[in-house]
């Protein structure tokens, strides 16, 4: 089964990440950008669940093929776009070196799309790719309409059908919507929680320790995950009170499984007289970085 990514900001961590979750090895990687990455995995996956877990990734797409020539009978064969609709809404997003000329075969596709019934509506956007804002409003993951990819990989093209776009909604919620929020200690984004914790373990069953909890993002994101033996310490009562007001703020508004979570306020220096040897399996953590 062949899968594209489409990386972050960071494509070296959203790499690493996705290594990481699916254990690649080198010889599944087929083909890598700054901005994509296309895998050869030997199963299929559910992509939503997948970009939920996630926090570098921006799409999950599936790759139907590799092509030479991008034509609108193609993509129509390829995507079944003249099977059982009667309007469609499809949009592009090309990545890869060179020029695409995006608009001559959105016009070639609507015409044979209507020459078979099928109306449809050519979603656009001012940047080369379409957001996941775009996708995601215009239903383009959804039986009314489909995203297509297109990676430009020398004189081929892989092209796919966007699955899942990364939770940008959610993501938001859990950044600005949470109750308590330190632009001085608490400002690790969700996503970046996200990425640490995968490349720290695979196991949900560990017990996670963030020795400066800040605001709660690690242990917040972690519950989310499934971890169920969380500890989150930090030296100011006020961080302390933070991550209890935004873990309790997660409890409410998630459903989420029964877990033990230890907040405590302790000075990393001494966290040994609280946390007894071997007592945690993997620190996952943004330790101060000095003065701004």
């Avoid at 020539?69 to 070196?97: R, V, W």
């Avoid at 899942?164 to 929680?193: I, N, T, W």
């Avoid at 230890?262 to 000075?267: F, S």
């Amino acid at each position: 089964m062949k899968y594209f990514f489409i990386l972050g900001n960071n494509p070296t961590l959203s790499l690493a990440e996705i290594a990481s979750v699916l254990n690649l090895k080198p010889n599944q990687v087929l083909f890598l950008s700054e901005d994509s990455l296309v895998v050869d995995v030997a199963d299929s996956f559910d992509a939503e669940k997948l970009i939920n877990k996630l926090g570098g990734t921006i799409k999950i797409a599936d790759c139907k093929s590799q092509i030479a020539d991008l034509t609108a009978a193609k993509i129509i064969e390829l995507f079944e776009l003249n099977n059982g609709h009667q309007k469609i809404n499809f949009g592009f997003s090309y990545y890869g070196a060179g020029k695409f000329d995006e608009k001559s075969l959105a016009m070639e596709l609507k015409k044979k799309l209507k020459e078979d019934g099928v109306n449809s509506r050519w979603v656009t956007s001012k940047e080369k790719q379409l957001s996941s804002v775009v996708v995601e409003l215009n239903k383009l993951t959804s039986d009314k309409g489909v995203e297509i990819i297109i990676i430009k990989n020398r004189d081929n093209y892989y092209i796919g059908k966007t699955l899942a776009v990364q939770p940008f909604k959610e993501l938001s919620k859990r950044d600005y919507g949470r109750p308590s929020r330190d632009d001085y200690s608490g400002m690790l984004p969700p996503k970046l929680a996200k990425i640490m914790i995968n490349l720290a373990s695979d196991n949900v069953k560990h017990k996670l320790l963030d020795p400066f909890c800040g605001s709660g993002t690690v242990l917040t994101e972690s519950l989310l995950m499934g971890y169920k033996n969380i500890t989150g310490a930090d030296k100011s009562a006020k961080a302390v009170d933070d991550t209890k007001k935004n873990v309790s703020w997660l409890r409410e508004n998630y459903q989420l499984p029964n877990a033990n979570v230890n907040i405590m306020q302790w000075d990393v220096r001494n966290l040994s007289q609280k946390i007894k040897q071997n007592a945690i399996d993997v620190i996952v953590a943004e330790a101060y970085l000095g003065p701004s």
